[in-house]
């Protein structure tokens, strides 16, 4: 990879974060009135996941949250995002807060502000409690009222101290996997229930907004997390710009529809006519959807390359999602997923910083005016110590590097891109991969839980600390 002639540098206001997720780091989950979440059942389900492994203990981090954040700091992060565990806070989805739980949260947010690093917090992360889920989960309306009452107790508890508020993270993962192939919680493979599922996810977070706003003082920043693919058709011929443009409905436009612009694509609407007939979409929804965002996360990893093919029933998908014998792609068998070339992760996902850049400036032109911050990105790798316990991983370094100037190309080109965040801050449980797949920048020993800071950790430490990239090589 060829150097930059001068430095990349960012703007001085630029956050440099790394992110977690609760289930994946947590444990202690029967611990101070928490009860099981979709994830837990699952996990515990023989068959969905790797080895049977599941995040009963993960990282232990609800024990070690004090150490984590002293590494944050000494690794010179300057934001840190991670979420709440709505069973942790409400173990039964409904009804008042556990405080022993919010404390939880109000001990880490405190530790973090102590060392002046700014908390994002995200409220989903694809942890639904279990009761919830039994009463018909997300493809039920009810879920997404439950989720406004569950985010106005956790804005009314930590509202004074966090500015940063991501509503959902990644909502296409808890439709389409969840309930449409079925290789994430609660596992269901329903068509109409994972279209059902988006819908009553756009109206929980337009909801969550409100009650956020309603809660929290005006200074405040609400946003939400897409896991937004960047589609790339196989050939320009009408057929694969066809096929392209009805993944990125399912992958984009049925939530960015919504939240940015009031109404769901036609396009989508009409492939998926066969499946489901949109009555669940009542009148004043797209309004409660539509609420006015602060800013806008995006999450990238690979793009996505399709071409047309010819109808023939739910198949196993090589699209990056796991493999199931059902689609996560409602209405979309007459798609085919191509593998992308280039180099790959541990994955098997294609390293391509040029998705990234094309992601940032399509939602610059998607949302003008609305600040961006890219909330996931990052590598998996098989990360192993050396007989001295240091952990180097260039191929991450590169990785980043990779990423980061891409993100930075983007500001330069007239995006307002806030910051980014490393994914992941440590290893952690890489939900149906179990423990096998390492996305962290710190390396965990999962018989001892010692962590170590990886290479790729001092590399990015050095860029926080001084706003510019070090040259490959460099820790």
């Given at each position: 990879m060829p150097e930059p002639v001068t430095p990349v540098t960012f703007p001085p206001a630029f956050l440099w974060g790394a992110a977690t997720s609760a289930y994946q780091i947590e444990g202690a989950v029967r611990e101070d009135g928490r009860t099981p979440s979709i994830w837990d059942t699952f996990s515990h389900t023989p068959g969905r996941t790797a080895g049977g492994e599941h995040g009963d203990i993960a990282v232990d981090h609800y024990h070690r949250y004090r150490d984590d954040v002293a590494l944050m700091a000494d690794l010179g992060l300057t934001a840190y995002r991670f979420s709440v565990s709505w069973s942790r806070v409400q173990p039964t989805g409904r009804g008042p807060a556990v405080q022993v739980g919010l404390d939880f949260y109000r001990r880490l947010v405190d530790e973090l502000l102590a060392v002046g690093i700014k908390p994002a917090l995200t409220l989903y992360h694809w942890d639904l409690p279990q009761e919830l889920e039994d009463a018909g989960g997300w493809p039920e309306r009810d879920t997404a009222y439950r989720f406004a009452e569950y985010a106005q107790i956790v804005g009314e508890a930590l509202g004074d101290r966090v500015e940063q508020w991501i509503t959902l993270n990644e909502p296409w993962c808890s439709a389409f996997l969840g309930y449409g192939s079925g290789v994430h919680a609660p596992g269901r493979t329903d068509a109409a229930a994972s279209l059902k599922a988006a819908h009553h996810l756009n109206l929980a977070h337009g909801l969550a907004t409100s009650a956020l706003r309603s809660a929290m003082p005006a200074r405040n920043s609400i946003a939400v997390s897409l896991n937004s693919s960047v589609v790339r058709p196989a050939s320009q011929s009408p057929e694969d710009m066809a096929a392209a443009r009805k993944i990125d409905d399912l992958a984009n436009g049925v939530f960015h529809g919504p939240m940015l612009h009031g109404s769901y694509p036609q396009s989508l609407l009409d492939a998926t006519r066969s499946i489901t007939d949109w009555s669940y979409v009542l009148d004043g929804d797209l309004t409660r959807i539509h609420q006015p965002l602060d800013a806008l996360g995006l999450n990238y990893y690979t793009?996505?390359?399709v071409a047309a093919a010819e109808p023939s029933g739910p198949a196993p998908r090589a699209d990056?999602?796991?493999v199931s014998?059902?689609?996560?792609?409602?209405?979309a068998d007459d798609v085919a997923f191509l593998q992308t070339p280039g180099e790959r992760t541990e994955m098997g996902w294609t390293i391509d910083p040029t998705g990234l850049y094309d992601l940032i400036l399509r939602y610059t032109r998607e949302a003008p005016g609305l600040p961006l911050y890219v909330t996931e990105n990052g590598a998996a790798y098989d990360d192993k110590p050396d007989p001295e316990g240091n952990v180097h991983d260039?191929?991450?370094?590169?990785y980043l590097h990779g990423h980061l100037s891409a993100v930075?190309?983007?500001i330069a080109d007239g995006a307002d891109v806030r910051g980014y965040y490393l994914w992941s801050l440590m290893d952690n449980f890489e939900w149906a991969y179990g423990y096998g797949k390492r996305f962290g920048a710190v390396y965990v020993d999962y018989a001892t839980l010692a962590r170590t800071p990886k290479s790729s950790a001092r590399w990015y430490g050095e860029a926080a600390?001084?706003?510019a990239l070090p040259t490959v090589g460099e820790a």
């Amino acid at each position: 990879m060829p150097e930059p002639v001068t430095p990349v540098t960012f703007p001085p206001a630029f956050l440099w974060g790394a992110a977690t997720s609760a289930y994946q780091i947590e444990g202690a989950v029967r611990e101070d009135g928490r009860t099981p979440s979709i994830w837990d059942t699952f996990s515990h389900t023989p068959g969905r996941t790797a080895g049977g492994e599941h995040g009963d203990i993960a990282v232990d981090h609800y024990h070690r949250y004090r150490d984590d954040v002293a590494l944050m700091a000494d690794l010179g992060l300057t934001a840190y995002r991670f979420s709440v565990s709505w069973s942790r806070v409400q173990p039964t989805g409904r009804g008042p807060a556990v405080q022993v739980g919010l404390d939880f949260y109000r001990r880490l947010v405190d530790e973090l502000l102590a060392v002046g690093i700014k908390p994002a917090l995200t409220l989903y992360h694809w942890d639904l409690p279990q009761e919830l889920e039994d009463a018909g989960g997300w493809p039920e309306r009810d879920t997404a009222y439950r989720f406004a009452e569950y985010a106005q107790i956790v804005g009314e508890a930590l509202g004074d101290r966090v500015e940063q508020w991501i509503t959902l993270n990644e909502p296409w993962c808890s439709a389409f996997l969840g309930y449409g192939s079925g290789v994430h919680a609660p596992g269901r493979t329903d068509a109409a229930a994972s279209l059902k599922a988006a819908h009553h996810l756009n109206l929980a977070h337009g909801l969550a907004t409100s009650a956020l706003r309603s809660a929290m003082p005006a200074r405040n920043s609400i946003a939400v997390s897409l896991n937004s693919s960047v589609v790339r058709p196989a050939s320009q011929s009408p057929e694969d710009m066809a096929a392209a443009r009805k993944i990125d409905d399912l992958a984009n436009g049925v939530f960015h529809g919504p939240m940015l612009h009031g109404s769901y694509p036609q396009s989508l609407l009409d492939a998926t006519r066969s499946i489901t007939d949109w009555s669940y979409v009542l009148d004043g929804d797209l309004t409660r959807i539509h609420q006015p965002l602060d800013a806008l996360g995006l999450n990238y990893y690979t793009p996505t390359l399709v071409a047309a093919a010819e109808p023939s029933g739910p198949a196993p998908r090589a699209d990056g999602h796991g493999v199931s014998a059902f689609s996560p792609w409602p209405g979309a068998d007459d798609v085919a997923f191509l593998q992308t070339p280039g180099e790959r992760t541990e994955m098997g996902w294609t390293i391509d910083p040029t998705g990234l850049y094309d992601l940032i400036l399509r939602y610059t032109r998607e949302a003008p005016g609305l600040p961006l911050y890219v909330t996931e990105n990052g590598a998996a790798y098989d990360d192993k110590p050396d007989p001295e316990g240091n952990v180097h991983d260039p191929e991450r370094i590169a990785y980043l590097h990779g990423h980061l100037s891409a993100v930075r190309r983007a500001i330069a080109d007239g995006a307002d891109v806030r910051g980014y965040y490393l994914w992941s801050l440590m290893d952690n449980f890489e939900w149906a991969y179990g423990y096998g797949k390492r996305f962290g920048a710190v390396y965990v020993d999962y018989a001892t839980l010692a962590r170590t800071p990886k290479s790729s950790a001092r590399w990015y430490g050095e860029a926080a600390r001084t706003g510019a990239l070090p040259t490959v090589g460099e820790a």
